[in-house]
């Protein structure tokens, strides 16, 4: 069975462009989650979606960030535009449901420059 | 508000060795479950093993079990037998409505 794939694995850009990553869950599951993880530390939750809906966007920053899940499948986070804080790991993880084991996916590893 | 926390940044343990790591946490929730994640350098998060909340027994995967005191809202890891393969960064995570609060990690080194 396939895991989580997630792309690209290494973004470098210049601050204030833009930067998006793409996530394509375990096929089957409907719970999809954005996390941030900063250098030495636990990850953070961005946004979960179960299906289509974003069911906890809470700590999305919504000035600069953006998140869709079309057809209840993949998903892309963007980043637009881009600043220094938000160098880091963005990972993407997916579950059957929402109190279901998470599987997470490589992760990309974000740099701005 | 749920807290995850994970109070000892690094541990480090002779292989063949058993070593414990500390989590607490805190939570309003009575419908809980916690989680114990490896991430190894590769980054790839792994999940290791699982605790519900209303479950009295500890969970146990091969040479990993927990110890979750209810009471005392800890939930250590101890490794058995550990080996140079169990080298990673291990999270502790705990949620209720799917939403998981991760704490800040232990970095476990294995010496041979």
């Known amino acids: 069975e396939a895991g989580v794939v997630q792309s690209p694995r290494y973004k470098i850009i210049e601050k204030k462009q833009p930067v998006a990553f793409w996530c394509n869950p375990i096929s089957g599951h409907n719970t999809l989650y954005w996390y941030l993880q900063n250098l030495g530390q636990g990850p953070e939750l961005l946004i979960r979606y179960e299906n289509e809906e974003a069911v906890d966007d809470s700590q999305l920053p919504k000035d600069r960030f953006s998140a869709e899940r079309l057809k209840g499948v993949d998903s892309t986070l963007k980043i637009q535009p881009a600043e220094l804080g938000d160098s880091a790991v963005y990972l993407c993880a997916s579950s059957l449901e929402a109190r279901s084991e998470q599987f997470f996916g490589p992760g990309t590893r974000l740099t701005v420059l | 508000a749920q807290t995850v926390t994970q109070s000892q940044p690094e541990m480090s343990v002779q292989e063949a060795e058993t070593v414990t790591l500390s989590c607490t946490y805190d939570?309003?929730?009575?419908?809980?479950?916690l989680f114990w994640y490896k991430q190894p350098p590769s980054r790839q998060m792994i999940l290791v093993i699982r605790q519900e909340a209303y479950k009295q027994q500890n969970a146990t995967e091969n040479r990993f079990s927990v110890n979750f005191q209810k009471a005392a809202k800890s939930f250590s890891l101890k490794i058995s037998d550990s080996q140079l393969g169990d080298a990673a960064m291990y999270f502790c995570a705990g949620g209720s409505q799917g939403n998981l609060i991760f704490g800040k990690g232990t970095k476990l080194s294995v010496k041979p």
């Open positions: 939570t309003s929730e009575s419908d809980y479950y």
